[in-house]
C-alpha cells in the first residue's frame, strides 16, 4: 500500500469509523440494588407500630402480640426478564422463624409468577434468596415475609 493510499486510509478512519464508534452505546453491566425493608409495610390490617425499624430494617416488636405478621416490600425493577433477589433475615430461634417469598407484577398490577418461599430457622442472620423466572417489560417484583416474634429483615439486594 502506498504512502498516498495509507492516508486516505487514515483519513477516512478519523472522519468517519470513529466517530460512528463513539455514538454507538456499549451494553454495560447492571448494577446491582440494596432497599432496607423499612421501605416497605405491613399487611392484613396491621398497625405499622407492631414493627421497630433499625438502620433501615424491620423487626417485629411483639407489641401488637407474639403471632404471626406479614411485612411487604415493593422492588422497582428497570430491566426485564429472570430477577434473583437476597433478603437478609434473623430469626429468634427455631421456633421464632421468619420466610419470605417474591412475586413478580406486570405493568397491569397482575400478579404473573413467584419464588419459592425459604425459611431461616437458625436463630442467626442468613440470607434467603428468592429467584423470579420472569418479570415483564414494565413489571415490578414485590417481596412478602411471614415474620415470628423477635424476627428482622434487613437489606434487600437485587
Aim: aromatic share 6%; net charge positive; hydrophobic share 40%.
Amino acid at each position: 500500500m502506498s504512502h498516498r493510499s495509507k492516508s486516505r486510509v487514515i483519513a477516512f478512519l478519523t472522519a468517519v469509523v470513529f466517530p460512528i464508534s463513539a455514538m454507538v452505546a456499549f451494553p454495560s453491566v447492571a448494577e446491582a440494588r440494596s432497599l432496607g425493608s423499612w421501605a416497605g409495610h405491613p399487611l392484613d390490617g396491621t398497625a405499622r407500630s407492631c414493627f421497630s425499624e433499625n438502620a433501615g430494617g424491620t423487626k417485629h416488636n411483639g407489641s401488637c402480640g407474639g403471632g404471626l405478621l406479614r411485612w411487604e416490600v415493593p422492588i422497582p425493577l428497570d430491566g426485564n426478564g429472570m430477577v434473583s433477589i437476597a433478603v437478609r433475615t434473623k430469626s429468634e430461634s427455631d421456633t421464632m422463624t421468619i420466610s419470605c417469598q417474591a412475586f413478580g407484577v406486570n405493568n397491569s398490577n397482575q400478579l404473573i409468577t413467584s419464588s419459592g418461599s425459604p425459611v431461616n430457622n437458625t436463630g442467626t442472620w442468613m440470607t434467603l434468596t428468592l429467584v423470579l423466572p420472569s418479570v415483564p417489560v414494565g413489571g415490578h417484583a414485590i417481596v412478602a415475609c411471614n415474620m415470628g416474634l423477635g424476627t428482622q429483615i434487613g437489606s434487600i439486594n437485587y
